[in-house]
């Protein structure tokens, strides 16, 4: 038992170091990164670059490089990879979350076809903003969506890249892009220690990001009205923000014992 136990351990530690490797940029990812970034053309896998279009797609196909059925955004081959060490570790991450106010309400006053091409719009403009900046769309919840940059994936700019897409995302949603005049749903964007990798069995597997700088995030973007952009005290000094202009709100956050401070940002809406 002590022997089982032992081993256990130690493949997890294992599984640990080797996360560890693959979100703070050390792994072997760099080297199909820098094969696959010279081949055209967007969009990619965002682990290991491969393209998903492009003259280079039938060849990739054929060696497996398809889009995996869980998350179109990354590929087979780095799934079944990372599967093999299932685990995660925790390193500094930035987030973004949106959902749309008041959803019930809204589906009440559409048809059903109606509704559903309203949050395919909503959510083609989160995925646009998220991938302009190389994000990962980490999961989709009923009306919402939750997106991270990793160190390793990104770069140390992490927090100026969400930022950037929040900002991109909160101008989408108040241009006449969304539904009439404004989409009703609002921006939050953080970063903090998370924890990333691989949960599940085998054929469920799932890539996500665990802990309470997600939990915040979702709360700090649920929290502010349609067309808002709301921004942690963490991710300003992250991403030195210029807060000359902002509003300074103290929050109200579901789950949290304190008030949480923010800046607010309406951002003009993006000529088109």
């Not at 060849?59 to 490089?65: A, Q, R, T, V």
């Not at 299932?86 to 309400?105: H, K, Q």
């Not at 300003?236 to 509003?247: K, N, Q």
């Amino acid at each position: 038992m002590n022997a089982e136990r032992g081993n256990s351990s130690h493949r997890h530690s294992e599984a640990d170091e080797y996360w560890l490797r693959i979100l703070t940029g050390e792994e072997a990812f760099r080297v199909a990164r820098r094969l696959f970034g010279r081949m055209p053309s967007p969009p990619r896998c965002k682990l290991c670059l491969a393209p998903f279009a492009g003259p280079y797609v039938p060849i990739l196909k054929m060696l497996g490089f398809r889009r995996w059925s869980l998350n179109q955004q990354l590929c087979r081959p780095c799934m079944r990879d990372l599967g093999k060490h299932r685990g995660g570790a925790e390193v500094p991450v930035s987030l973004l979350y949106t959902d749309v106010r008041g959803s019930t309400t809204l589906a009440e006053q559409l048809t059903p076809g109606e509704f559903t091409s309203a949050l395919n719009r909503f959510f083609a403009m989160a995925f646009a903003a998220v991938d302009a900046e190389s994000g990962v769309i980490d999961h989709i919840v009923g009306d919402g969506v939750m997106a991270l940059w990793v160190p390793g994936f990104v770069g140390d700019d992490h927090p100026q890249r969400a930022v950037a897409a929040g900002r991109r995302l909160a101008a989408d949603l108040t241009s006449t892009r969304g539904l009439g005049d404004a989409f009703p749903a609002g921006v939050g964007v953080h970063t903090g220690l998370a924890y990333v990798g691989v949960v599940g069995e085998i054929g469920s597997l799932d890539f996500t990001v665990l802990g309470d700088a997600p939990n915040t995030v979702a709360r700090l973007g649920s929290a502010v009205s349609s067309g808002e952009l709301a921004m942690s005290d963490d991710i300003i000094a992250a991403a030195e923000v210029d807060t000359s202009g902002l509003d300074r709100r103290v929050l109200e956050l579901k789950g949290k014992a304190e008030p949480f401070n923010a800046w607010i940002e309406r951002v003009r809406v993006i000529p088109r």
